[in-house]
């Protein structure tokens, strides 16, 4: 799984507070918490990260890839992935 977040850091650049911006590690916990749900389709557990780090305070933008390294795929492939995007209106 990968994660970019695009987040407001402006307050955080004065202030170095960790209140004042994305906490990464609680992203960190969400990914966790999501990928141990078992979803047959990639594109769910994406989703659902995005879900629910799009509301979270200073971030604007979410992209998660899901990679499935050795799919059960008769092809030759070493991983395939789905990227799902949110973004605050």
């Known amino acids: 799984v990968n994660v970019w977040v ?3 850091t402006s307050e955080v650049e004065k202030t170095d507070d960790l209140n004042d911006t994305v906490d990464y590690a609680h992203i960190i916990d969400i990914v966790k ?4 749900i078992r979803s047959d ?3 769910h557990p994406a989703k659902r990260i ?3 780090i799009l509301p979270l305070n200073k971030v604007q933008k979410v992209k998660v890839e899901v990679e499935k390294i050795q799919p ?3 092809a030759s492939f070493g991983k395939i992935s789905v990227t799902i995007k949110g973004e605050q209106n």
């Open 72 to 74: 059960p795929i008769d």
């Open 6 to 8: 695009t987040a407001d």
């Open 50 to 52: 995005v879900d629910a």
């Open 41 to 43: 389709m990639i594109e």
């Open 33 to 36: 918490e999501q990928m141990a």
